[in-house]
């Protein structure tokens, strides 16, 4: 009976077996060699992934009673996250606010220099600045500084004479009105739960949940986003922050850890 | 984000009295999405030698003993049929070494962490890099996107001669601490507990976020 030796069957070659034209130098390595062109480099080339941009996750919508605007507050680094505790709805004056995604300094800045330009149009014109005004302010400057590399899509959000506003603005220049927008990263699960449970005719209180949920349920599926959900809304007499929930807590809040049935147990036996 | 980063990843294997744990987290993801929050990345060799992987899921996968593609533990059976014995963790880890450096230009994206009860069952612990560089340590080992923050919970937290529950204790807060610093890993934790006469299976309630 013939014994099975595969499993001790070593790599490498053994002397004698091999054709006599090949030269003892190239004889000895016996690893299996990829067939690329670029034999030290393609590794790193197959590694070259699309980098995510704006981790984060931001959503308003215009609703009956006014505005409602929520964030996650992650910051994260690559993989890394450098905080969970970061404030992305930027108040630029008490009825107007602004939403951060992209570069945290970029968003910080230019929204408190927003801030400072509204304030000067007020002193200037005697009246309040409009949501419209505001925000093409904010896109021509942005606009000014296209090419640059700032990084800001940010959302501003508000309640003026005509109403309620939301306009989208970012660092290519783009300025966009409209009823719902969700930036960033964890944005397309935030629509997902958003665009299904939307009604004009909510109350306060049920748009509150709805971005709530929407926030909470980007923050499960997106690396890049979690933290505390907060939520805002603005409203005739300006914006009030409504709730900011640790998501961790919202998850089991949501869906609460069921005991599982069990099937067998041990149980101790006593005397018998 | 490298290769090593694609699916996230956290390891973390530590030495008790007479026992050891070896815990991960059960985030399964594709860059920043994530697709499934419970996936193995521990498996069994035998009641006193576990492997985990972390790194590329599919190249954890491939070498897992669960998969069809059963190279390791085709390897023990073979060992168990042969020997008549379990392989010690000592020798489980040179053939991984083995297999991992037998794919050395076109490796394994895995790091991964063998923990062990040897002779006098005495924990034995070791990780190895995606090529087969075997790394022994005494107390603590660690992988994965998360294993900087490890490093930084284990060593603060970890002490010697730890009973198996202050053991539990200890590996789950240094995972659970370290994961909700990485945005790669986390969505719960999965920790083994094993001693001379019994294994710990226990599933961790973490931040889902």
């Known amino acids: ?272 | 984000m490298s290769i090593f980063e694609y699916n996230g990843s956290a390891l973390v294997a530590m030495v008790g009295k007479n026992c050891f744990a070896i815990a991960s987290d059960r985030r399964l993801g594709v860059q920043l999405q994530t697709i499934a929050t419970d996936f193995q990345r521990i498996s069994k060799i035998h009641d006193r030698l576990f492997l985990g992987l972390s790194g590329l899921a599919t190249d954890a996968q491939t070498l897992q003993p669960l998969s069809a593609y059963q190279r390791l533990v085709f390897r023990h059976k073979l060992y168990q049929l042969r020997e008549e014995r379990d392989m010690k963790p000592e020798t489980f880890a040179n053939l991984v070494s083995a297999i991992l450096y037998e794919k050395r230009f076109g490796p394994y994206f895995c790091q991964p962490v063998i923990a062990g009860l040897g002779d006098e069952d005495k924990p034995f612990i070791c990780t190895m890099d995606s090529i087969g560089a075997k790394e022994l340590a005494k107390d603590f080992v660690v992988a994965g996107t998360a294993s900087e923050s490890l490093y930084g919970a284990c060593e603060s937290m970890f002490k010697e001669n730890m009973e198996p529950e202050e053991l539990f204790e200890t590996v789950s807060q240094a995972l659970l601490a370290s994961v909700d610093g990485d945005c790669l890993s986390g969505w719960g934790g999965h920790v083994y507990v094993v001693t001379p006469t019994e294994v710990k299976e226990r599933i961790l309630k973490g931040r889902m976020d």
């Open chain 1, 1 to 272: 009976m013939k014994l099975d030796t595969t499993g001790m069957e070593s790599a490498a070659p053994v002397w004698g077996s091999h054709n006599e034209l090949v030269d003892e130098f190239s004889a000895a390595p016996s690893f299996e060699l990829p067939n690329t062109t670029d034999f030290d480099g393609f590794q790193k080339e197959a590694i070259q992934m699309v980098k995510p941009a704006k981790g984060t996750t931001t959503l308003a919508f215009i609703f009956k009673e006014g505005v409602m605007v929520a964030a996650d507050s992650r910051a994260s680094m690559g993989g890394y996250i450098s905080s969970q505790s970061v404030k992305k709805i930027i108040e630029i004056n008490p009825y107007m606010l602004g939403t951060m995604a992209g570069g945290a300094a970029d968003c910080q800045f230019w929204h408190r220099n927003l801030g400072t330009k509204c304030r000067l149009h007020e002193l200037a014109n005697k009246r309040r600045i409009s949501v419209t005004g505001a925000s093409k302010l904010f896109a021509n400057i942005l606009y000014s500084y296209r090419g640059i590399g700032l990084s800001v899509g940010t959302m501003i959000a508000g309640w003026d004479e005509t109403g309620p506003g939301l306009y989208y603005v970012d660092n290519e220049g783009g300025r966009l009105k409209g009823m719902r927008f969700s930036v960033g990263s964890g944005s397309p699960y935030a629509y997902g739960v958003l665009d299904n449970g939307y009604r004009y005719d909510m109350s306060v209180e049920e748009a509150a949940e709805l971005a709530r949920r929407a926030i909470y349920h980007a923050t499960f599926r997106d690396g890049a986003s979690g933290g505390v959900a907060s939520v805002y809304y603005v409203g005739p007499n300006g914006w009030k922050k409504l709730s900011g929930d640790d998501v961790g807590e919202l998850h089991y809040r949501y869906y609460p850890v069921m005991p599982s049935t069990v099937e067998q147990e041990m149980v101790e036996v006593t005397g018998a």
